[in-house]
């Protein structure tokens, strides 16, 4: 009588032997789950590139049989060891059809699918089943079956499924291994909270709003492919609701405008969902959209807010986006308006509601019109418009923010005043003043050479003053904040540019 199972083992050995594969079995038999523990040569290149990279193993457990029904009844205690490998693992189906050579042959990867479905009957089973006695139908058809019986359709096949990278396919699987089955969750929690306010902040620590909540007969049970463990890993009469690293529902965007067809500003932001509002009286529902700079809890049945704003410490945010916030703030506690708000966020239709506007006093329009200067300047010194700024700066350098942004737009006439201690000076003739500005701006300090010209008038005190719209920019300068500047490279600048004006005007240093 013959023996099915070592001629699809011999089958296979030769197989391999011709392909240049390495196969090693199994020392222990129907104990390891394998039959073959294959090794692939390595690749002939010897780059930069491949150099590091394992060549390809996996293990194969060959099953022969002289039928045809496209499917066998395998051990699930064998199945798990396949599935549960860190390595690649096949089934190959080898077809005699009572010959003593292969009619067909079929591989099938034990990939995410297969695995799953394995993972998901031994958790039906339960604990302390004998899974040697247990068997699972693993089904085969044409899109396993390979081109010829043969080695290199063998080795084909296998490297098909694994890539020419062994390591991205490990770590892939144990990251698959690791999450399968919890994709409803991983654990149930029942508890108890007393009260409406418990309840109400409940629902604001399942957003992120509170830090915790008390409540009462706590009991947690882990679950996997939606089968909970007998014994709860947490059971407790009384504790604290709480629920860090909480991730949003959605990200997306909010924009806010005074009307439907205005542009308004947007913001990138995240939302959480309470998973309580389809639970809950609609009035206690509740969505918080967050941003960088502004957190907004709202009721979705009836639109009503809570907003805070938070500028932190240090820089914040992009000139554009820094303006387009203080231009919302101003809004909120300044315009008496109601804004439309309009949020799109992944996965959900288009959400809009009304953000009342209080009717009072904007601190802050001082430092939004320095925003706009800033803006231009930027734009002037080919900086990009997402330098980014801190209110603290901002508050403290508006005023020359604005005073160079004037200059250098030439927004009036400028009028300077100085005092000279040289015998020569001849009111009668044009002088040319030679001026320096600079601002710190975000990351960059900015500075700017310019020469005011035109004729002096003399104070009553011994001074000069010299009004004129006729003025130059000689020079315009770029420096990383807190880079100490060569002053006798500056001081070069400033030489050359009144070089530029001695013979015609008298020059004055303004610097």
Same mark, same amino acid.
């Given at each position: 009588?013959?023996?099915?199972?070592?001629?699809? &083992?011999?089958?296979?050995?030769? #197989?391999?032997?011709?392909?240049?594969?390495?196969?090693?079995?199994?020392?222990?038999?129907?104990?390891?789950? #394998?039959?073959?523990?294959?090794?692939?040569?390595?690749?002939?290149?010897?780059?930069?590139? *491949?150099?590091?990279?394992?060549?390809?193993?996996?293990?194969?457990?060959?099953?022969?049989?002289?039928?045809?029904?496209?499917?066998?009844?395998?051990?699930?205690?064998?199945?798990?060891?396949?599935?549960? *490998?860190?390595?690649?693992?096949?089934?190959?189906? $080898?077809?005699?059809?009572?010959?003593?050579?292969?009619?067909?042959?079929? $591989?099938?990867?034990?990939?995410?699918?297969?695995?799953?479905?394995?993972?998901?009957?031994?958790? &039906?089973?339960?604990?302390?089943?004998?899974?040697?006695?247990?068997?699972?139908?693993?089904?085969?058809?044409?899109? +396993?079956?390979?081109?010829?019986?043969?080695?290199?359709?063998?080795?084909?096949?296998?490297?098909?499924?694994?890539?020419?990278?062994?390591?991205?396919?490990?770590?892939?699987?144990?990251?698959?291994?690791?999450?399968?089955?919890?994709?409803?969750?991983?654990?149930?929690?029942?508890?108890?909270?007393?009260?409406?306010?418990?309840?109400? %902040?409940?629902? +604001?620590?399942?957003?992120? *709003?509170? %830090?915790?909540?008390?409540?009462?007969?706590?009991?947690?049970?882990?679950?996997?492919?939606?089968?909970? +463990?007998?014994?709860?890993?947490?059971?407790?009469?009384?504790?604290?609701?709480?629920?860090?690293?909480?991730?949003?529902?959605?990200?997306?965007?909010?924009?806010?405008?005074?009307?439907?067809?205005?542009?308004?500003?947007?913001?990138?932001?995240?939302?959480?969902?309470?998973?309580?509002?389809?639970?809950?009286?609609?009035?206690?529902?509740?969505?918080?959209?967050?941003?960088?700079?502004?957190?907004?809890?709202?009721?979705?049945?009836?639109?009503? *807010?809570?907003?805070?704003?938070?500028?932190?410490?240090?820089?914040?945010?992009?000139?554009?986006?820094?303006?387009?916030?203080?231009?919302?703030?101003?809004?909120?506690?300044?315009?008496?308006? !109601?804004?439309?708000?309009?949020?799109?966020?992944?996965?959900?239709?288009?959400?809009?509601?009304?953000?009342?506007?209080?009717?009072?006093?904007?601190?802050?329009?001082?430092?939004?019109?320095?925003?706009?200067?800033?803006?231009?300047?930027?734009?002037?010194? %080919?900086?990009?418009? +997402?330098?980014?700024?801190?209110?603290?700066?901002?508050?403290?350098?508006?005023?020359?923010?604005?005073?160079?942004?004037?200059?250098?737009?030439?927004?009036?006439?400028?009028?300077?005043?100085?005092?000279?201690?040289?015998?020569?000076?001849?009111?009668?003739?044009?002088?040319?003043?030679?001026?320096?500005?600079?601002?710190?701006?975000?990351?960059?300090?900015?500075?700017?050479?310019?020469?005011?010209?035109?004729?002096?008038?003399?104070?009553?005190?011994?001074?000069?003053?010299?009004?004129?719209?006729?003025?130059?920019?000689?020079? !315009?300068?770029?420096?990383?904040?807190?880079?100490?500047?060569?002053?006798?490279?500056?001081?070069?600048?400033?030489?050359?540019?009144? %070089?530029?004006?001695?013979?015609?005007?008298?020059?004055?240093?303004?610097?």
């Amino acid at each position: 009588m013959r023996d099915l199972g070592l001629l699809g &083992e011999a089958t296979f050995t030769a #197989w391999c032997a011709d392909a240049g594969l390495m196969p090693n079995g199994s020392s222990v038999v129907d104990k390891t789950g #394998w039959d073959f523990y294959v090794e692939f040569p390595f690749s002939s290149s010897a780059g930069s590139i *491949a150099l590091h990279k394992a060549p390809c193993e996996c293990k194969v457990q060959v099953k022969s049989t002289d039928k045809r029904n496209r499917s066998l009844a395998i051990k699930i205690s064998n199945l798990r060891r396949l599935a549960t *490998a860190q390595m690649p693992a096949f089934l190959l189906f $080898l077809e005699f059809d009572g010959g003593s050579s292969v009619e067909q042959a079929f $591989l099938v990867h034990i990939g995410d699918e297969l695995v799953a479905k394995i993972l998901k009957r031994i958790r &039906e089973l339960g604990d302390g089943v004998a899974l040697n006695k247990k068997t699972m139908t693993i089904g085969y058809g044409d899109t +396993d079956i390979l081109p010829s019986t043969s080695g290199k359709a063998l080795k084909d096949a296998i490297l098909n499924y694994v890539g020419d990278d062994l390591a991205k396919y490990v770590e892939r699987k144990s990251s698959f291994l690791s999450s399968a089955g919890f994709e409803d969750g991983c654990a149930e929690m029942r508890f108890t909270t007393e009260g409406e306010q418990n309840l109400q %902040d409940l629902i +604001d620590v399942s957003i992120g *709003a509170k %830090d915790s909540v008390p409540v009462s007969s706590v009991r947690g049970i882990h679950k996997r492919f939606g089968i909970k +463990d007998d014994s709860p890993f947490i059971d407790l009469k009384d504790g604290r609701m709480e629920m860090p690293d909480l991730s949003p529902t959605a990200h997306g965007l909010i924009r806010f405008k005074e009307d439907i067809f205005s542009v308004g500003v947007s913001f990138p932001a995240k939302l959480y969902v309470s998973p309580f509002n389809s639970i809950v009286p609609p009035e206690m529902a509740r969505v918080r959209v967050e941003s960088d700079f502004f957190d907004i809890r709202l009721n979705p049945y009836s639109g009503a *807010a809570n907003y805070n704003f938070s500028f932190g410490e240090g820089p914040v945010a992009g000139l554009k986006q820094f303006r387009d916030l203080l231009v919302l703030l101003g809004l909120i506690v300044g315009s008496g308006k !109601k804004l439309n708000c309009e949020m799109e966020f992944e996965g959900y239709p288009l959400l809009e509601f009304m953000l009342g506007c209080s009717k009072g006093n904007f601190a802050y329009g001082k430092e939004l019109e320095a925003l706009e200067c800033a803006m231009r300047l930027a734009v002037s010194f %080919d900086l990009h418009s +997402d330098i980014k700024i801190s209110l603290h700066d901002l508050i403290k350098h508006a005023d020359v923010i604005h005073d160079m942004d004037r200059v250098l737009n030439m927004r009036g006439a400028l009028k300077v005043e100085f005092g000279v201690d040289r015998d020569d000076f001849d009111i009668g003739r044009p002088v040319a003043c030679v001026l320096m500005f600079s601002v710190p701006l975000g990351e960059y300090v900015l500075g700017a050479i310019m020469v005011l010209k035109g004729n002096a008038l003399a104070n009553t005190d011994g001074r000069y003053v010299l009004a004129s719209k006729d003025a130059i920019m000689e020079r !315009k300068l770029v420096s990383p904040r807190g880079r100490n500047v060569e002053k006798d490279a500056l001081r070069s600048y400033l030489d050359s540019v009144a %070089d530029k004006y001695e013979e015609e005007y008298l020059v004055v240093m303004m610097v």
